[in-house]
Structure formats: C-alpha cells, structure tokens
C-alpha cells in the first residue's frame, strides 16, 4: 500500500493522466470547502499577533517545546487548508474584511501574490496543473473564494523575494523577524499576523559560513525518495523548527502583544500512506492538523532591526518554482 501511495503521490506531480484523476476528486473537495471551510479559522479567535510557521507538523512542535520558555501547552487543531495557497484562500475572506482591516501582516509565503489580487487563477493548484481544471472557467467559478487583497490591510508585506539566492531561494526567518518587528513598532493596527517559511523545505538549520546548505537540506524530500535515511532527514527537519523559532523568540522579546498564537498554515507527511510534502485537498491529519501554542510577547526594545529597501525581488513564479510549486 505504502509503495502503491508513494507512485501515486510523484505521478500527480510527474503524470498528466494520474493529475487529470486526481482533480476528479479535488474539484468537488475544493467546490464543498469553498462554501463550508473545515478547520479552525484564526478571525473567529481573540489574539494580538499570530505567528505562522510554514509546514509545521504538532509531534514536532511537541518534540522541542521543551527546549523553549514561552511555549507550554502545545493544542492540535484542524487547519483550515493542507497547502499554502489552501489556507491563504480560506483565511483572508470578505467575511472577516473588519478584521483584516485592522490587520499588519508580514508575510515570506510568495502564495499571497497569486491569490490576495485582484486576477486570481482559481484552476490552478500544484497538484492538477496541465489538467481539466485550468481550461474551464465554470470550474474556477466553482472553486472561488471570496478572498480579499493585500490592499484591504491596514499594513501589508511580502517579502516572498526578499533574501532569496541560487542556494535556497526562500526568505530567511531573520529576515521575516525584522519586518516583524519593524512593522509592529509603526502600525496602528491592534493585530499583527506573521507567516515564516521554516519549517518548509529547504531547511535552513545548518547554514554553513558562506550561507549555503548541503543538497539534502535544499531537497530533502527528493533525497527521501532516493533512499536517504528518513530519521537523518526528520531530524534536519527538527533543527529547521529550531531555526525559526529562535527567530520567533527575538520577536516575542521585541513585540508588545498580550495573547500571542503561534500556528501552522498546513502540517507535512514524512511517508505517511507513503506520500511526503503536502498535496492540496489531502485531509490526512499529518496535514489537516496543526499546532495551536499561546503565550504573551513584551517589547524589552533589545533588538533594532535593520529593513533594506527591496529591489531586484525574485519574480512570483521563480520563487513557486524554488519551492517546488511549478
């Protein structure tokens, strides 16, 4: 079964037939959650600042928040989305526009320029590109989420491109800590939301002096495949969670929030029902589930971030393609 599950889940990225079978399935999934989203929504909950991590599994967070002071009980919830683009749809709708009004968000997930726009292609997602679902527009009618734009914010960054290299083309969390911080001290808005990339792949947890990784850190899931040792490639996956958190510490020591929440956009599978990664519509609870930790954050004022003017940002599609998206 395990072997059966794994061809199945690189043909839906490598078989245009298997991704055309599989959107007879994702269109309806799509089509019911776009009208009744299952999972936690983050507006329907009172907080200050909410802190996305990207990809983060609960076993994970449970397995090193021992390691860190302001993280104490670690809740399981059902996410509202099993990939990025998933969540970022069902999260930042009309129905919460008072609350995204009075939103700053800071945001390293390059997802948010595809879909928080006004043109948004709702045929495509990762797992069905090239199959029916792009060619018919009752199909994306279908799949259409009231979202809103970045606009509707009251403060808006993305720096998906910000720090991206030939070595592992994501945006760093000190980089996104920075932003953080630097947004939350000139804001007006009574909440501030903050999407990190780790723990995604590439992981970051081992930068060598030159600020490069190793080939297994840039593609550990493509090294899994090739039969790299899976407890090797989990724990590399923990010290990517190790990596950002110690930049979510500096910003809890840099922000003033009483009701904190770090979460989780979507988990990730390590062979479960052998598949790895995320596949949008897969409600298997290594995806569908998500940490849930509150804590409290006091700007002691001990770190002054330095924010560059951005220029030369990646383009949207090459920062999906670094990721494995296109």
Not at 75 to 82: A, D, I, L, N, T
Not at 126 to 153: I, Y
Request: aromatic share 10%; net charge negative; glycine share 6%.
């Amino acid at each position: 079964m395990g072997r059966l599950a794994s061809r199945l889940r690189q043909r839906i990225y490598s078989d245009r037939l298997t991704r055309q079978l599989y959107a007879i399935y994702f269109l309806p999934w799509m089509t019911f959650t776009a009208r009744y989203p299952v999972g936690r929504q983050i507006y329907d909950h009172e907080w200050d600042a909410l802190i996305v991590l990207d990809a983060c599994r609960v076993d994970a967070m449970r397995e090193v928040a021992p390691e860190y002071d302001f993280i104490q009980d670690v809740e399981r919830v059902v996410s509202v989305g099993s990939t990025s683009k998933e969540w970022i749809s069902n999260t930042f709708t009309e129905r919460y526009r008072d609350e995204i009004r009075d939103t700053a968000c800071v945001s390293a997930n390059s997802w948010v320029d595809t879909v928080l726009t006004e043109d948004v292609d709702w045929g495509f997602w990762t797992a069905t590109k090239e199959s029916f679902l792009e060619s018919h527009e009752m199909f994306s009618r279908l799949m259409a989420r009231d979202t809103v734009l970045q606009s509707d914010f009251e403060t808006f960054e993305s720096i998906g491109g910000l720090g991206a290299n030939e070595s592992f083309g994501v945006t760093t969390a000190e980089d996104v800590t920075d932003y953080a911080i630097h947004t939350a001290r000139r804001s007006d808005a009574n909440r501030l939301l903050v999407h990190y990339m780790q723990p995604h792949a590439p992981y970051l947890g081992h930068i060598d002096a030159d600020g490069n990784i190793d080939e297994v850190d840039h593609k550990p899931f493509e090294a899994l495949r090739a039969g790299a040792d899976g407890d090797d490639v989990w724990e590399r996956y923990l010290d990517n969670l190790r990596y950002v958190l110690s930049n979510v510490e500096r910003l809890l020591e840099n922000l003033d929030a009483n009701r904190v929440v770090i979460t989780a956009d979507h988990g990730e599978m390590f062979g479960e029902l052998g598949l790895y990664e995320h596949i949008g519509g897969i409600p298997h609870p290594a995806l569908k589930t998500v940490p849930w930790v509150e804590t409290t954050a006091t700007d002691t004022h001990s770190y002054e971030p330095e924010i560059e003017t951005r220029t030369d940002e990646t383009a949207v599609e090459d920062r999906l393609a670094d990721l494995g998206y296109l």
